[in-house]
């Protein structure tokens, strides 16, 4: 646990990446598909021929090398140089057929590649709409699970990446009331962190939101004694790992003392999940010295924040930090009643960091398979990026797979059922909602902005951003938005001479 301690502040602030680029030597061209195709149009153009490509026969998978093993810290260090070893076990197809980049290349319609996404699409809809076939949507999963490979390292990026989606129906089709409990085997903290650590050194979408809130909190509590941090969802705490090196690295004769105080959802072992991140954040900020403490406040039995709860010190600068993910998001009306509650506290500064996605309207229509679709185009674009700056595969791609994306994946897709099948609306792009409930949007720093330019330099050029309002910056890899990360305050109280004049 102390090697992975070590490990935390550099989770934010980029020390390396990889710069390596697909060639056309490689086993997974990614250039040979877009996540800029329309899906939507694609799900309505299914095959006439269902049955046939559920056979056996339909695709055939060929031979891979085996993974490079992952021995030891030094490892984790060492995955972003190529490696030069060969495989002497490597075997060849005994007759001709196309390669793996010709057999799964997404832009020809007829390829196997579009049939994996197809198949999907045909298993999301036997789930869901008014003629719901479960039994047909098992015997197509079951045939998805049968076609891609179960090795990590013989199977493409695509097949990968249509695994996680059929262990994510699977579990809706085993327990469609709580499948994100079944999807995946819950990972070790340190496997978490770690994995963390890897996805931070491959792509911004670690770094990018935490990097712009954080460069936000600290221009707004600039010069105070004592900060207060009210977390809607802590997570791995990584954020304020980096937040405590900041603070400290300020020059200041003596750092500001941080207080942050995480809700908890009431969830089974959230608490102590909290608690372990607690932990963990106190000892790295008594070994560099920065004053701190750490307190827990739980949701009521309904899921409600009640202000209440939280203990205010006079002189205390308060921030909101609330980072909204599929795999801890609650229903609408408890972020409603956060977000409403936040108000009556009346903090510094509110710093919202969000997974970006299609507009609801845009998807209503559609229900499930709407939704799910959002998700493939949005997990599509994720790997093509990963694939791009890092196409090599081993134990480092798979622990960040299955650690990070796939329990991602598979909360995403419960989600979306959840919304379709009566459960309450998830909360999406709660920014939308701020002005409503009384804050304003508070214009980020050039030096913000230009620390987010900065931070993209390090990866690959597909990543851009996005600036649409003076308080927002969205992440965005080629056509395709990831994530945002918006800034909000309460608009000054009215003079007493003003109020006079009423």
Known sequence: ???????????????????????????????????????????????????????????????????????????????????????????????????????YNINEPTSASLRLIHLLIAAAEA?????????????????????????????????????????????????PHQPHQHATTAATTGEVLIAFKLLHDMSPCVSFGHLTANQAILEAVAGERRVHILDYDIGEGVQWASLIQAL???????????????????????????????????????SVG?????????????????????????????????????????????????????????????????EESTPSFARAERGFVGEFMDEVERYMAIWESLETGFPMQGRV?????????????????????????GGEVAAERCGEWMAAVGFERLELSSFNVCQAQLLLGLFNDGFCIDKDTPNKLALRWKSRRLLSASVWGLPPPPSPSASLLF
């Open 127 to 175: 789930i869901s709409g008014d003629q719901k076939s479960p039994h047909l949507a098992r015997v197509i999963l079951v045939r998805l699970r049968e076609i891609i490979p179960t090795d990590h390292a013989a199977a493409s990026g695509i097949e990968r990446l249509a695994s996680h989606f059929t262990e994510a129906l699977l579990a809706l089709l085993d327990n």
């Open 1 to 103: 646990m102390e090697l992975v301690m070590k490990n935390i502040p550099e989770l934010i602030i980029p020390a390396s990446s990889s710069t390596t680029t697909t060639t056309a030597d490689e086993d997974n061209n990614w250039d040979d598909w877009s996540s800029d195709i329309n899906w939507y149009q694609v799900s309505g153009d299914f095959p006439s021929d269902l049955p046939s490509f559920i056979l056996p026969t339909a695709i055939s998978s060929y031979p891979a090398g085996e993974a490079e093993p992952l021995a030891g810290a030094d490892a984790i260090h060492d995955w972003s140089y190529p490696s030069t070893t060969t495989n002497s076990h490597a075997t060849t197809p005994t007759t001709e057929g196309p390669t793996r980049n010709e057999l």
């Open 397 to 421: 791609r798979e622990m960040v797979e299955r650690v990070i994306l796939r329990p991602r994946i598979a909360a995403a897709v419960a989600r979306a059922y959840g919304r379709q099948d």
């Open 248 to 286: 400290i690295s300020k020059g200041s004769p003596a750092a500001p003392h941080l207080r942050i105080t995480a809700l908890t959802n009431g969830i089974k072992g959230s608490a102590s999940g909290a608690q372990e991140v607690g932990r963990r954040l106190s000892a790295f900020a008594a």
């Open 290 to 354: 920065q004053p701190f403490s750490f307190r827990i406040c739980r949701l009521d039995h309904s899921k409600r924040f009640t202000p209440a709860a939280i203990k205010v010190v006079k002189g205390e600068a308060l921030v909101v930090n609330c980072v909204l993910q599929p795999a801890q998001l609650s229903s609408a009306a408890s972020l409603t009643s956060f977000l409403t509650g936040a108000v009556a506290l009346s903090p510094r500064i509110l710093t919202i960091i969000e």
